[in-house]
């Protein structure tokens, strides 16, 4: 059974930072593309970045340099270190498998405000 567990959510201040982590189990973590992805109250899901099995990266155009993201095979974890971060940040932000069918973890709640 694959399951995602994300953690690092919480609030922060305009222009901060975060950094988010994703353990995942039940796969066969070191074949796979990893993503970051976050929903917006009254939003569909959206893209923020994905990191291949030789670690090569792809950002949402939002993004413009604030986010990095980085993986641990070993570990099993994957993490989005986020910086500058804006009100529009805010969602709740989850980790997958890219293009897959797995379900959806909690995801970690990102609130972004003043």
């Known amino acids: 059974q694959v399951q995602f567990v994300e953690s690092g959510g919480g609030l922060v201040q305009p222009g901060g930072s975060l950094k988010l982590s994703c353990a995942t189990s039940g796969t066969a973590f070191e074949t796979h593309t990893l993503a970051w992805y976050r929903q917006a109250p009254g939003k569909a899901r959206e893209f923020i970045a994905d990191i291949d099995t030789y670690g090569v990266t792809t950002y949402g155009d939002f993004v413009k340099g604030r986010f990095t993201i980085s993986r641990d095979n070993s570990k099993q974890t994957v993490d989005l270190e986020m910086s500058a971060l804006q009100e529009e940040d805010t969602g709740i932000y989850h980790c997958?498998?890219?293009?897959?069918?797995?379900?959806w973890g909690r995801g970690t709640q990102v609130t972004v405000a003043s």
């Open positions: 997958n498998v890219r293009w897959s069918s797995f379900p």
